[in-house]
Nanobody, 127 residues
Framework: QVQLVESGGGLVQAGGSLRLSCAAS??????????MGWFRQTPGKEREFVGV????????YYGESVKGRFTISRDNAKNTVYLQMNSLKPEDTAVYLC??????????????????WGQGTQVTVSS
């Protein structure tokens, strides 16, 4: 059974920073075989693509709304992916979820193409 567990969410003032982590585990799960993505979701809306990192960390890309403010990294030795969020805005408030996908390009930006998901962590940005 594959588990993805996010952590690091919380309440922060606008302009502040947070770093989210997503730890992966599972006997049959080879972390380095998957691109790892971050999405976010608010009530009543579809999951919004935040960004994704390739299997060995050699490439990343981001959604337009976070480009230049958020950075994804990964540590394959620790089976963990990170999302560094800087210059946070109130509109960044959401539940942030990590996922694992085998694919790149438009596949990696599409939530329904993901194989595994975490439960999410709440990020709240106050004005």
């Amino acid at each position: 059974q594959v588990q993805l567990v996010e952590s690091g969410g919380g309440l922060v003032q606008a302009g502040g920073s947070l770093r989210l982590s997503c730890a992966a585990s599972g006997r049959s799960f080879s972390f380095s075989d998957y691109a790892m993505g971050w999405f976010r979701q608010t009530p009543g809306k579809e999951r919004e693509f935040v960004g994704v990192i390739k299997q060995r960390g050699e490439s990343t890309y981001y959604g337009e709304s976070v480009k230049g403010r958020f950075t994804i990294s990964r540590d394959n030795a620790k089976n963990t992916v990170y999302l560094q969020m800087n210059s946070l805005k109130p509109e960044d408030t959401a539940v942030y979820l990590c996922g694992a996908v085998q694919g790149w390009g438009s596949v990696a930006a599409t939530a329904k193409r993901y194989d595994y998901w975490g439960q999410g962590t709440q990020v709240t940005v106050s004005s």
